[in-house]
């Protein structure tokens, strides 16, 4: 069975620092890989995905970036951290074949920037 | 620009009421729609509809896609208080690998 990690769990980091959170899928090849921000329990708002190694979308402008360097690792970093950086961050994975949609969340990173 | 609806924003019940939460979407190319339960952590999948599977059951919930009107409804009968999450909707795009989230629905049951 397919099991996707995050970590870590909780950040707590000043303005202008820098950022790596990580994600890392178990069970499957080739899957999508995406990035999401939740704030205050709210919707997700897609900031990044990933269709294979290197192939990076983005779908919000801000001083956050993403990289694939394998197969099931997508990473997401920043290098300064800005108080709106604060919220829940969601790694998912979806298969990109066939016809399943069904997209599976990570554990999620809490992150607040003070 | 495309977008997916919720309502209510939230909702309060008790014990044993039946609950109906709705998910509209306004999107240039539909695939499926998913329903999603987010308790303290991360979002578990419930359901995916689409235009082959407009219906969906498990347990006390429920699903329906309305293709003409573009819209779902996600039904909870016989409300427990474990119920209590916020229920999210999510539209995949045909055409891309992009999945567009609406604000969910925050519901409460009361003991």
């Known amino acids: 069975s397919q099991t996707i990690h995050q970590w870590p769990a909780t950040l707590v980091q000043p303005v202008g620092s820098p950022l790596s959170l990580e994600c890392t899928v178990e069970?499957?090849?080739?899957?999508?890989l995406y990035w999401y921000r939740q704030a205050a329990g709210r919707g997700l708002q897609l900031l990044f995905y990933?269709?294979?190694?290197?192939?990076i979308s983005s779908e919000v402008p801000q001083n956050l970036s993403a990289s694939r360097p394998q197969d099931r690792q997508f990473i997401l970093s920043s290098k300064k951290l800005l108080l709106s950086d604060s919220g829940f961050y969601l790694c998912?994975?979806?298969?990109?074949?066939?016809?399943?949609?069904?997209?599976?969340f990570g554990p999620g990173t809490r992150l607040t920037v003070t | 620009e495309d977008k997916v609806v919720q309502s209510p924003l939230s909702l309060v019940v008790h014990e044993g009421d039946t609950v109906t939460l709705n998910c509209s979407y306004e999107?240039?190319?539909?695939?499926?729609l998913l329903w999603y339960k987010q308790e303290k952590k991360a979002p578990t999948f419930l359901f995916m509809l689409?235009?082959?599977?407009i219906e969906k059951k498990s347990g006390r919930l429920s699903s329906i896609l309305d293709k003409k009107e573009l819209s779902s409804i996600l039904n909870i009968t016989a409300t427990q208080t474990g119920d209590s999450a916020i229920y999210l909707c999510?539209?995949?795009?045909?055409?891309?690998?992009?999945?567009?989230f609406g604000t969910g629905t925050r519901l409460k049951v009361l003991a």
């Open positions: 998912a994975w979806t298969l990109q074949v066939g016809t399943g949609n069904e997209q599976y």
């Open positions: 069970g499957t090849s080739n899957p999508n």
């Open positions: 990933s269709v294979g190694i290197g192939q």
């Open positions: 999107v240039t190319n539909f695939r499926s």
């Open positions: 689409t235009s082959s599977g």
């Open positions: 999510a539209v995949r795009l045909s055409g891309t690998y992009k999945y567009i």
